[in-house]
């Protein structure tokens, strides 16, 4: 049983900061790429952030610069800082991870979302 969740999300007023966080447990043994991902009603959920497990990050063109990815290999758990939030970061942010289990299967798994509010 492997379970994903996020947390720090909430209401935020432009220009601020945030940090969210994202903590894999149950029986894992190994996490490769986690990323965080982000979605508004009507439309589809997009990549905002991820990083491979060696720290390789990647960012889409409208985080870069604000936002920050970062991994604790040891804890299971990635991080997001996000500064400078403007109304168009408002979202649904999801946290995925590849994981493979202690019986050798890998497999996606995506957490329940934390809504994130930039809002004066």
């Known amino acids: 049983q492997v379970q994903v969740m996020e947390s720090g999300g909430g209401l935020v007023q432009p220009g601020g900061s945030l940090i969210l966080s994202c903590t894999a447990s149950?029986?894992?043994?190994?996490?490769?790429?986690m990323g965080w991902y982000r979605q508004v009603p009507g439309k589809q959920r997009e990549l905002v952030a991820s990083?491979?497990?060696?720290?390789?990050?990647y960012y889409a063109d409208s985080v870069k610069g604000r936002f920050t990815v970062s991994r604790d290999n040891a804890k299971n758990i990635m991080y997001l800082r996000m500064s400078s939030l403007s109304q168009e970061d408002t979202a649904v942010y999801y946290c995925?991870?590849?994981?493979?289990?202690?019986?050798?299967?890998?497999?996606?798994?995506w957490g329940q979302g934390t809504q994130v509010t930039v809002s004066s």
């Open positions: 990083i491979s497990r060696d720290n390789s990050t």
């Open positions: 995925n991870a590849n994981i493979r289990i202690v019986t050798g299967t890998r497999t996606s798994y």
């Open positions: 149950g029986s894992i043994l190994s996490i490769s790429s």
